[in-house]
């Protein structure tokens, strides 16, 4: 290795040079002095501790503190720093001044250094005296110079002790060899106590402390000398050295370079590589230094062995065992081996002294005998490891010595015994002692043992006395490796010999005692060893004391008591049936006594025996009643419920405890009755006055019965609850109720509207009609089933499910109105009948017959007629709240019905061809009718622009208005005629057109009311011309000459009433009807009528009149009041010729107008009266269902000029609605059009006309009152409504389901 050190340019001047060395020298002294200090408080230390140091586990405990505590003096001992800084490797770069009269120099100061440490070593130990404590030569402190000899003297004055140097706390080992340090070794004669410790060729790692150990041994303990230091001197200079010197950066200065080449050693790690530079400007040489760090491997492992004998050990021994490996650069990693397998151990390094230690600690144990421990060390650059093993001898004791064989055995018999001890190294040796007294063993062995030891086993056979029982057999084991350890194993011999004498004290034998008395039994012995049991026997089995739980103590055995030599034990115990002439014996060993008893007791046992364990019926059962055992023998007897039965005895036989046995039989023949009744057996003792008995409980296995009780039918009310009960009686229970409905099961679970009880029966809640039938139980057991239907009778509100409507029949034939209903209870007289009409007259069914069969009911109608028909209410009240009610119409059918008012209807019209003429055929019929006309017998062509026809039909009342444009005279004037045809049969009328003419006179004038002063008048119009008409009355009094005239207003009126007329007096009244073309004359007829009024004391009653035909011949006077009204009447007839006379000229004047007017105005039909519809009136006579309206009169002959009615819609042309409403009476169904079927029947397309013949109805209004059902469509799907308001749909959607 070379190295380059330059010197720098040295520019300082000598004035600086020479202040900077003085500094310096101060710091030196103030350094020394500092040092001398420390000094001395460190040789007072080293003395505390050579006091203090008596015993080696001191040492061991204290070593580590020991150690830092020797760092820390070595750092504050300046002498020892001193020393330590010369021992260092100092290479010092020397030169001579080559030319510029400037070197580097190395100053020598070793002897210097030499004598003062010297001086200084002897200052700090004194050498005692005498050898104290066992020392006559103590190791000193030393310095010697590297590379020569160094020896440390040791003188022991305790021969015999195992002695061995530690070198800075490491031992080194009492072999002189020392291995692992080549260079070292111990010189004397140990036999002198002589222990020098030598060093050959010593360096730096010999510089350390040093100390002398004397072991511990039989004559004292351990002895630790004073530690002392080896001082190592060193350092050299290099002498391969190069120089440069060149020129410095300014004038007469230099720059001086010097090279050294130095080969590493492994001495030279840690060392300082110093270059000085001298000059003759400096007072104190210039330094310049490095440390050198060289890679070396370590040293050899180094083991300390804890005693003189390197690998003898001793099991349960704690080893500690420190391995140490010095120098090396890395420090050395040290590893345990256990027969070559790694140990987990700890290892750390001491980098000042370059020492790496591994501290081994384990406990020994019998089975690490022969194992080798070895500690191998390495690092970094170690080319093979480096390995130390120590093997170990473990000795170790037997762990167990083991006497086999019993040491209990009778006198004079011999006893056999083994002692065997556990394996042990070295061998032990066996011997056997009995009491004080040592026995020969009668053989004895040795055998291999585990981990290389022996087993040792002595067998020995011995008589034994009396005299010897608890006497102390001992085997121990000895050696002389366990000189202070013994192993003993110990047994007392139990020697046995019998009692001398026993004997029993109690009652007298032959003492009868009854069951329950308390007895004393005292067994006492004399002698014996072990001491007697005194055991007592009862029949030869061993007495003992039961306890059961909650149970009085029958027996009670007494301890074993001793007094003296005599023992004795009692036996207390209440007497019972087995104790009856038993042998009471108490025994000890060989020795035995005996004793008997004598007991009376009832019957132990009474029980009854059946021949068969399970009954059923028609079995026969044998019950015998035995008792077991008594004393004396008891008497039985049977009874069944209380009623006593006769029984057969049967013969006795051996019984238990030397007792009485008894058994009585008794035959039943059973049945499902006699399940559950108790058969009682009676034991009766005369002697003892006591009875005993027990029953015997029939269980007759059947399958289940139903009780006669059990309902068969099971009424509810629909939303209520039901109970289906089960009454049934089986054996054994039965295992399950199934309900089954209608084929399906329920489930036993329960549903959401039924549940099964605990008891079978079915309960049902919610129930609706759906519930109702039959529901099959079935009950099953072991024994069979057996099944029962249980009807569910669900009561619920009649429902009307067919109603007939309409009903039809022809007139004069039979029908039967039918109403069926869905109720139940269906009761005989629960279907009621009304009809609707007005008046009381028209609700009768006085005619008709009522018929009810089960659900259905009958009205039944014979030879129809037109007054029958009609809306008729079919009610239906099972008593289940609310009736059902539904609304029937009965339609009577009839042929045509053509009305003729006249023998010919006549219709004016001018025959101008400008004005129309409308024809108005009217007649009645159902169903309805089709209308044909003919002109003078030839049918009329309607497709001929001239004739329009429009047809309207109301009800059973049917028009057809013919109307003829441009009537023209020639053509037009004819004989039409109206036929109306249905299916069953037509009819017709002729109707005139003709022309403008004065009116018909009136026909049919009639009286319709009398009193004595006036008469009402009713009369029909006759044909009015084709002109407007009016009508005058003319009368007088047939005995007063005169006539008398007065104007009817309103003028249209067919009906009047004539006042100011006398009481009992015959008048004569004519009906006269003119227009403006003249009056219809007084020759009719028709027209004209005689009456004569009411007297004022005459009753009321049917007007008197007649028609006039001639005078009467008693009317020869006149009276004097008709002359009156003659007069009275001619004045009114000329102002009326005076009025009429005006009148006339202002009608001409608006003939036209007023022939327009007539003709519109009389073209609206007054109202007919229709005997058919009269027939169908009903309560609802506000009810509107006509396209066409009627007035009371229907004038027959019509002006049709310029007559253009505003005709109503036909029926083809009206749109009617779905349904009516109306009915005001509350749970009334009824149909949504009442006469659908008779529309579908007869191609009606919309409305049913009017059933009554005063219904009025717009033309456009074809529904019933305000008052209306909520859905008119479905007359029967009301009635669940009417019956309950709680609907199923209104229920919870898991209470509305069905059962199944």
């Not at 309206?1189 to 019509?1198: A, F, L, M, R």
């Not at 009017?1250 to 009301?1278: A, F, T």
């Amino acid at each position: 290795m070379s190295v380059h050190l330059r010197e720098r340019e040295i520019e300082r001047k000598t004035g600086e040079g020479t202040g900077e060395g003085t500094q310096g020298m101060e710091r030196d002294r103030k350094t020394e002095r500092k040092r001398e200090g420390e000094s001395m408080r460190r040789r007072d230390g080293l003395m505390g501790r050579r006091k203090n140091r008596e015993r080696e586990g001191d040492r061991w405990q204290k070593r580590d503190k020991e150690k830092s505590k020797r760092q820390r003096h070595r750092k504050r001992d300046p002498e020892k720093a001193r020393g330590r800084h010369r021992r260092q490797a100092v290479g010092t770069a020397g030169a001579t001044d080559r030319g510029h009269g400037m070197a580097l120099r190395i100053p020598i100061r070793a002897p210097l250094i030499l004598m003062g440490m010297l001086a200084t070593g002897l200052a700090q130990v004194q050498i005692p005296a005498s050898a104290s404590r066992g020392f006559w030569a103590l190791p000193e402190n030393t310095t010697v110079v590297e590379g020569a000899a160094a020896e440390l003297q040791c003188g022991v004055s305790a021969p015999g002790s195992v002695v061995q140097w530690a070198k800075d706390g490491l031992l080194l080992g009492p072999d002189p060899r020392i291995p692992g340090f080549p260079r070292y070794h111990l010189e004397g004669n140990p036999t002198r106590g002589e222990f020098h410790l030598h060093i050959e060729a010593c360096d730096l790692s010999d510089d350390a402390e040093y100390e002398c150990q004397v072991g511990r041994s039989e004559t004292g303990p351990e002895l630790v000398s004073p530690r002392v230091i080896l001082s190592i001197l060193g350092g050299q200079i290099i002498s391969d050295i190069t120089t440069d010197v060149n020129e410095g950066s300014q004038e007469k200065l230099f720059i001086t370079e010097a090279t050294a080449r130095v080969t590493p050693q492994n001495s030279d790690n840690g060392q300082l590589l110093v270059c000085e530079g001298s000059s003759p400007a400096l007072d104190i040489p210039i330094k310049v230094s490095i440390t050198m760090n060289v890679l070396f491997p370590p040293g050899p492992p180094v083991i300390e062995w804890p005693g003189l004998e390197e690998g003898h050990v001793r099991a349960g021994q704690s080893l500690e065992l420190l391995c140490m490996a010095r120098g090396g650069n890395p420090p050395a990693t040290l590893q345990w081996l256990k027969n070559g397998q790694p140990m987990s151990t700890a290892w750390g390094t001491e980098h000042t002294q370059a020492v790496a230690r591994s501290m081994l600690v384990m406990v020994i144990r019998p089975e690490d005998h022969g194992v080798r421990l070895s500690c191998e060390a390495h690092n970094s650059v170690s080319k093979e490891i480096q390995e130390r093993g120590i093997t170990l001898q473990v000795t170790f004791p037997p762990s167990a010595v083991t006497i086999l064989g019993s040491a209990s055995q009778s006198e004079n018999k011999n006893v056999t015994l083994s002692c065997i001890t556990k394996s042990s190294r070295p061998r032990v040796l066996l011997r056997w002692w009995l009491g004080w007294r040592q026995l020969l063993p009668t053989e004895e062995t040795v055998m291999d043992g585990l981990h290389g030891g022996h087993i040792s086993m002595s067998n020995l056979t011995l008589l034994v006395r009396r005299e010897d029982n608890g006497l102390t057999l001992t085997c121990e084991a000895f050696s002389e490796a366990f000189a202070k350890e013994t192993f003993k194993k110990s047994l007392t011999l139990n020697v046995k010999y019998p009692a001398q004498k026993l004997w029993i004290e109690g009652p007298p034998e032959g003492q009868a005692l009854r069951a329950g008395t308390r007895v004393k039994l005292v067994c006492l012995a004399i002698g014996g060893n072990p001491d007697p049991s005194l055991t007592w026997y009862k029949d030869s089995r061993t007495v003992t004391e039961p306890r059961p739980p909650q149970e009085p103590r029958r027996v009670q055995l007494g301890n074993v008591e001793k007094s003296g030599s005599t023992f004795s034990r009692e036996l207390v115990l209440v007497t019972g049936p087995s104790d009856n002439q038993a042998k009471f014996t108490c025994k000890a060993g060989q020795l035995s006594a005996s004793t008997q008893l004598v007991v009376q007791f009832p019957p132990t046992n009474l029980t009854i025996l059946a021949n068969a364990s399970e009954l059923r019926p028609g079995d026969a059962l044998n019950l015998t009643c035995v008792s077991v055992s008594s004393n004396p023998p008891v008497n039985l007897s049977w009874d069944k419920e209380g009623e006593k039965l006769e029984g057969v005895i049967s013969s006795l036989r051996n019984a238990p405890f030397k007792g009485s046995a008894a058994a009585r039989s008794i035959l039943l023949r059973m049945s499902s009755g006699d399940h559950g009744h108790r058969m009682t057996c009676r034991a009766h003792s005369i002697q003892l006055r006591e009875t005993l008995s027990t029953f015997y409980r029939l269980n007759v296995l059947y399958p289940p019965e139903f009780l006669g009780e059990q309902v068969l039918v099971v009424t509810a009310v629909e939303q209520g609850q039901a109970l289906l009960p089960v009454l049934v009686s089986a054996n054994p229970a039965p295992e399950a109720f199934n309900w089954t409905f209608r084929g399906y099961r329920l489930s036993p679970a329960g549903g959401p509207r039924h549940r099964i009880l605990p008891g079978g029966a079915l309960q049902l809640w919610n129930v609706t009609r759906a519930d109702d039938g039959f529901y099959q139980l079935h009950c099953q057991n072991s024994e069979g089933t057996a099944e029962a239907l249980v009807r569910l009778d669900v009561h619920y509100a009649p429902t009307i499910r067919v109603l007939q409507d309409p009903t039809e029949v022809n007139i004069g034939g039979s029908v039967d109105i039918v109403c069926t209903a869905d109720a139940n209870p269906i009761l005989p007289e629960m279907f009621n009948w009304e009809r609707l009409g007005e008046e009381e007259e028209d609700q009768s069914l006085d005619d008709m017959e009522m018929i009810s069969k089960g659900s259905t009911g009958h009205l039944r109608i014979h030879n129809a007629k037109l007054a029958q028909a009609g809306a008729y209410q079919c009610i239906v009240d099972n008593g289940v709240a609310p009736p059902a009610r539904g609304l029937v119409r009965l339609i009577v059918r009839f042929s045509p019905q053509v009305e003729h008012p006249s023998p010919l209807t006549k219709v004016a019209a001018a025959g101008d061809s400008t004005s129309s003429a409308t024809l108005h055929c009217r007649a009645r019929g159902v169903p309805n009718i089709v209308f044909t006309w003919t002109k003078n017998g030839v049918p009329l062509d309607l497709q001929d622009p001239r004739y329009t026809e429009h047809t309207y039909h109301q009800g059973g009342i049917h028009s057809s208005l013919l109307t003829i444009a441009n009537v023209s005279a020639a053509q037009d004037y004819a004989l039409f005629t109206c036929t109306a045809t249905n299916p069953l049969g037509s009819d017709h009328t002729n109707i005139q057109l003709v022309s403008i003419s004065r009116p018909d006179p009136p026909s049919g004038l009639k009286v319709v009311s009398m009193t004595p002063y006036s008469v009402g008048l009713e009369w029909k119009p006759g044909f009015d011309g084709g002109l407007p008409q009016r009508f005058q009355i003319r009368y007088e009094a047939l005995e007063t000459p005169g006539f008398l005239y007065i104007d009817v207003l309103p003028p249209q009126a067919t009906t009047f009433t004539l006042t100011g007329l006398q009481p009992s007096t015959r008048y004569k009244i004519w009906l006269l009807a003119s227009n403006a073309l003249g009056d219809s004359g007084l020759t009719d007829k028709g027209s004209q009528i005689s009456i004569t009024t009411r007297g004022l004391d005459q009753p009321s009653g049917e007007p008197d009149y007649q028609l006039p035909t001639e005078q009467p011949a008693d009317s020869t006077e006149l009276p004097l009041m008709p002359v009156l009204f003659a007069v009275g009447g001619l004045l009114l007839l000329s102002n009326a010729s005076c009025v009429g006379g005006f009148l006339w000229q202002r009608r001409l004047r608006h003939l036209a107008e007023g022939i327009s007017e007539k003709t519109e105005a009389e073209s609206e039909e007054g109202p007919i009266r229709n005997e058919y519809e009269e027939s169908q009136r009903t309560t609802d006579l506000d009810n509107q269902s006509s396209t066409v309206s009627t007035t009371d009169v229907e004038p027959y002959y019509h002006s049709m000029k310029d007559f253009n009615p505003q005709l109503p819609p036909t029926l083809e042309e009206v749109s009617y609605p779905r349904g009516f409403t109306g009915l005001e009476e509350e749970n009334m169904a009824f149909p949504g059009h009442l006469y659908d079927e008779v529309e579908r029947l007869y191609d009606s397309s919309g409305a049913w006309g009017p059933l009554y013949d005063k219904v009025q109805m717009d033309p456009c209004d074809l529904h019933w009152s305000e008052d209306k059902y909520d859905d008119p469509r479905g007359i029967y799907d009301q009635v669940a409504g009417d019956l309950n308001p709680m609907e199923p749909d209104s229920l919870h959607f898991e209470l509305g389901g069905h059962l199944v």
